[in-house]
């Protein structure tokens, strides 16, 4: 069975410009989440979604957004970039289902450099 | 704020017990307690999860004290290639099946040859 995939693996941008992430989750799982990881402030929640729908939302400015297509796929949004933006990003996906069966696996990130 | 406590960093000799501490004092009734570890640039692995009772797979040993205010992940024979940061964390529940984790800092583990 496929893992989380995670496109690009790598990107470098500019500040002021924008970007978007993309990230299939396992087949059969209904839920998407985005974090940031940074050496600073390490691994935060950024959103969830599910079923298309953005079902939890974390601290975080609203330059970034995401969202979820029909087939589970999810893309993330970061608009007008800041150095501090520079970032692994990690999705993650599960079942979205209560309960013990809610096991929730993370892709390999996208590294994103903002010059 | 991450709300499990865990100790910066340890050594294990490979082929021993590797056993990481985690304080949770603060789980509500239907937060899970899991278990991921980082190797250097790349995502986070799942190792187990767990509610109340002891867990085992393939990969580790999760033990859960009664009371629920601690754990300790369990790898039975540690190598080289286990060497990584491992983070225990308390899942939030927010409702409707949606999860959130609160990552801290974590265990850096150092396995020993």
């Known amino acids: 069975k496929a893992g989380v995939t995670q496109t690009p693996r790598y990107l470098i941008k500019t500040r002021g410009q924008q970007v978007t992430l993309s990230c299939s989750p396992i087949s059969g799982h209904r839920s998407v989440s985005w974090y940031q990881q940074t050496p600073g402030q390490g691994l935060q929640f950024l959103f969830e979604y599910f079923s298309e729908t953005q079902r939890n939302k974390g601290n975080f400015p609203g330059r970034f957004s995401g969202r979820q297509f029909s087939n589970s796929r999810s893309e993330m949004n970061v608009s007008t970039l800041e150095l501090g933006d520079s970032a692994l990003y990690l999705c993650a996906s599960s079942s979205g289902q209560t309960g013990r069966r809610n096991t929730i696996y993370f892709g390999e990130g996208s590294w994103l450099t903002v010059v | 704020d991450a709300k499990t406590t865990q100790p910066p960093s340890m050594d294990c000799a490979e082929g021993r017990a590797a056993n990481l501490p985690c304080n949770h004092s603060t789980i509500s009734g239907n937060e899970y307690v899991y278990w991921y570890r980082q190797i250097h640039s790349q995502g986070p692995q799942y190792i187990i999860h767990g509610l109340k009772n002891n867990e085992t797979n393939e990969m580790a040993s999760l033990i859960i004290t009664e009371d629920r205010k601690s754990s300790t992940l369990i790898l039975p024979h540690a190598t080289l290639r286990d060497t990584a940061v491992y983070y225990c964390?308390?899942?939030?529940?927010?409702?409707?099946?949606?999860?959130?984790?609160?990552f801290g800092k974590g265990t850096k583990l150092s396995v020993i040859p």
């Open positions: 964390i308390e899942s939030a529940y927010s409702g409707a099946g949606s999860y959130q984790l609160t």
